[in-house]
């Protein structure tokens, strides 16, 4: 599928087609009647840093290496200056390896592991927040509102996972009103951990991006973009508390309820321009609420 001019600059993308990530399965529709649908895949992905065994995810177990680069560096597990040796998947196994030339023993850290509200239950360690305080994003950036509209407009109208099957979130990475990568897995850490990945092995910066999600705006998603070094988060969703609160320390733009016309901004306000003419934007199309998959909107 051929992409639309405005979308030359994404340099990743989910792909729908990839017979991995979906299933068609039979079943009944309120009438009784015979349908199918299509279903997204999770499988078990256990990672693996050198020698030890660091945690078994639920994913959709596409771009293991990036999610697992991710997640190590989310988790503070990886510096940003660490050397990676080797990434190794097993698909078979459902085992991804990272492989460091910084000898790493996590086996205190591992055991002071909870459970986030993240779906799918993400995993955070108990020194995780040692080093927030202390981020520095960068005081210069914005977001321009008629960026965010037709940003907005873009993730909206490209072909994901989401649209096929559903029971999935997606993240992007964006500069200015261009996506830049996108990601899905059935839990939202999964899919900003992908990009976390991604931009480490790429060395693309975040200073000057956005970070959209289709996620909560939870503690979660704000510890993981401050480490990605991303000064704007954006969600279609809300906002807990303590994701207000944190945002506000650190002084990152949390801008949420992006539907339409509508967003709310709650912490970073200084960093939006107000450019846009809201008499020409236009109420998101009930076609492109992503609420259920393109089998629910047939049905």
Known sequence: MSLPDDLSALRVRPDPSDPRLTRRVAG???????????????????????????????????????????????????????????????????????????????????????????CAQGTAFGDLMEDFSQARLPVSAEIRTSWLYRLLHRI????????????????????????????EDVGRHNAVDKIAGWMFREGVSGADKIFYTTGRLTSEMVIKTVRMGIPILVSRSGFTAWGVELAREVGLTLIGRCKGRRFTALA??????????????????????????????KS
């Open 28 to 118: 009944i529709d309120q009438t009784g009647a015979r349908v199918e649908a299509s279903v997204t895949v999770e499988r078990p992905l256990t990672l693996y840093l050198n020698g030890q065994e660091i945690v078994t995810m639920m994913t959709i177990a596409d771009r293991p290496g990036d999610l697992a680069l991710g997640y190590l560096l989310n988790q503070n597990m990886l510096r940003p200056d660490d050397t990676i040796t080797a990434i190794d998947h097993d698909e078979d196994l459902g085992v991804v390896v990272v492989r460091t030339e910084r000898r790493t023993d996590f086996e205190q850290k591992l055991k002071k592991k909870t459970l986030t509200s993240g």
């Open 156 to 183: 909206n109208t490209l072909p994901t996972l989401y649209l096929e099957a559903g029971a999935i979130h997606g993240c992007a990475l964006c500069f200015q009103d261009q996506p830049v990568a996108y990601m």
């Open 268 to 297: 970073g306000e200084e960093r939006i321009v107000f450019d846009a003419d809201l008499h020409y934007v236009e109420e998101e199309s009930a076609r492109h609420w992503r609420k259920n998959s393109r089998d629910a909107e």
